[in-house]
């Protein structure tokens, strides 16, 4: 399978701790997206990649939060101190930059902050 | 990108054909109409996208009004794992390539 690939597809962590999440998208995609989404909404746009520069961040993304696609490959979220409020699906989404515009995305990892 | 509006559920009986409506009165000239599922616990699918004309792929038909203010997605037989969350989006693309702005859904529910 070559599709966009998450991992952990699951975490639960303690208040306070750190997370990093790993995305690894289709290997020819330009772009890369994080999106977040709570139990009952649809999801909801962070931040988003071109190569390994990070071109858009939403205002969602508190300072807790980082990402990274230091070789314009795969790509990390992390979420230092996590809160109770951390806890939801992330997904990873990658595109092209030309020509087909749809946007694949990845199974996601669930966070649960206790 | 413009906003839409749907349904928040719709049921549908196993093979035959789920309408899924959509408004967009606000959507712009640029803009297409993007639909996306999303199955329990899994990531969004991309389904099918249009700017005026309709379009059919192997998955659904788009049907957009001429005055592009609301579009209908039709799924020619539904089946029970056509049961998700539909999701209507109004995508400008450029700069914006990927970066999709989610509404609420519908919830289509495909029963035997």
């Known amino acids: 399978d070559t599709g966009v690939s998450q991992d952990p597809r699951h975490k639960i962590t303690k208040r306070g701790q750190n997370v990093t999440f790993r995305c690894d998208p289709i290997s020819e995609h330009n772009r890369l997206y994080w999106y977040r989404q709570t139990l009952g909404q649809g999801p909801e746009f962070l931040t988003y990649f071109q190569n390994e520069a990070q071109l858009e961040k939403s205002r969602l993304l508190s300072d807790r939060f980082s990402a990274e696609r230091p070789k314009g490959s795969f790509s990390t979220l992390e979420i230092q101190r996590t809160e109770q409020g951390d806890s939801a699906m992330y997904l990873c989404?990658?595109?092209?930059?030309?020509?087909?515009?749809?946007?694949?995305f990845g199974q996601g990892t669930r966070l649960t902050v206790v | 990108d413009a906003k839409t509006t749907q349904p928040p559920s719709m049921d549908c009986a196993e093979g035959r054909a789920a309408n899924l409506p959509c408004n967009h009165s606000t959507i712009s000239g640029n803009e297409y109409v993007y639909w996306y599922r999303q199955i329990h616990s899994q990531g969004p699918q991309y389904i099918i996208h249009?700017?005026?004309n309709n379009e059919t792929n192997e998955m659904a038909s788009l049907i957009i009004t001429e005055d592009r203010k609301s579009s209908t997605l039709i799924l020619p037989h539904a089946t029970l794992r056509d049961t998700a969350v539909y999701y209507c989006?109004?995508?400008?693309?450029?700069?914006?390539?990927?970066?999709?702005?989610f509404g609420q859904g519908t919830i289509l529910t495909v029963h035997p």
């Open positions: 249009g700017l005026k």
């Open positions: 989006i109004a995508y400008a693309g450029g700069t914006s390539y990927g970066k999709l702005t």
């Open positions: 989404a990658s595109s092209l930059v030309f020509g087909n515009t749809e946007a694949f």
